[in-house]
Nanobody, 120 residues
Framework: QVQLVESGGGLVQPGGSLRLSCAAS????????MGWYRQAPGKQRELVAR???????TYADSVKGRFSISRDNAKNTVDLQMNSLKPEDTAVYYC??????????????WGQGTQVTVSS
């Protein structure tokens, strides 16, 4: 029903920037919300940022002021601009999309994950 393609991960030095992108495609009515989660080795997966269909945004306290999430409803994409990166941001980042598949059914989809490594 829905396919997610993630891009933009990589290695960056502390203080640097990366931009993650996620594109949703497939057969669905609309997207209710899109977001990014991350998981570091040995730690729980956590919400980084998300944005709803009404453009309400939510950020983890640890990234407020540094990360910015945006979406393009026409293209069904979501971007995460990450600035002032810290080693603590190192993790696998996963795109998450909650898509409406029918009048009564919505479903969460996950990307494969993209590695972000912040190291000097």
């Amino acid at each position: 029903q829905v396919q997610l393609v993630e891009s933009g991960g990589g290695l960056v030095q502390p203080g640097g920037s990366l931009r993650l992108s996620c594109a949703a495609s497939g057969r669905f009515w609309s997207i209710n919300a899109m977001g990014w989660y991350r998981q570091a080795p040995g730690k729980q997966r956590e919400l980084v940022a998300r944005i709803t269909s009404g453009n309400t945004t939510t950020y983890a306290d640890s990234v407020k002021g540094r990360f910015s999430i945006s979406r393009d409803n026409a293209k069904n994409t979501v971007d995460l601009q990450m600035n002032s990166l810290k080693p603590e941001d190192t993790a696998v980042y996963y795109c998450n999309v909650n898509a409406r598949l029918s009048a009564l059914y919505s479903y969460d989809m996950w990307g494969q994950g993209t590695q972000v490594t912040v190291s000097s």
